[in-house]
């Protein structure tokens, strides 16, 4: 999981942290203010394949997370629980075949 936050740290930083500033900015109406700013970084964040294989293995805790803020605009930290869960299930997704192929190969 470390490396994928790294990742998603150093390619997407600049989304994250506008969108991040916005959804603190905007507590109760940041699902539409921030839309945009939220495309912004699912689209940074879709590009890298490490972060695809977490998505995909962790979609279901990952879709329950967005559903939670979704219901809970107002009071987004009430979906501390369902960030944990997909947390947990990023930490046990198999990355190796992937980190392998993002490490340059020797010629």
């Known amino acids: 999981m470390?490396?994928?936050?790294?990742?998603?740290?150093?390619?997407?930083?600049?989304?994250?942290?506008?969108?991040?500033?916005?959804v603190a900015s905007n507590p109760s109406t940041w699902q539409q203010n921030c839309h945009e700013l939220k495309m912004k970084v699912a689209q940074c964040t879709s590009s890298h394949p490490v972060i695809q294989k977490i998505r995909q293995d962790c979609s279901k805790e990952f879709v329950e997370f967005e559903r939670c803020l979704r219901e809970n605009q107002d009071k987004p930290t009430s979906c501390s629980p369902h960030v944990a869960r997909f947390l947990g299930c990023a930490e046990t997704v198999d990355l190796?075949?992937?980190?392998?192929?993002?490490l340059p190969q020797p010629s």
Do not use: F, P, R, W
Request: proline share 0%.
């Open 2 to 22: 470390q490396a994928a936050m790294d990742i998603t740290s150093k390619y997407c930083h600049k989304e994250m942290e506008a969108y991040g500033s916005c």
């Open 96 to 102: 190796s075949g992937v980190a392998a192929n993002l």
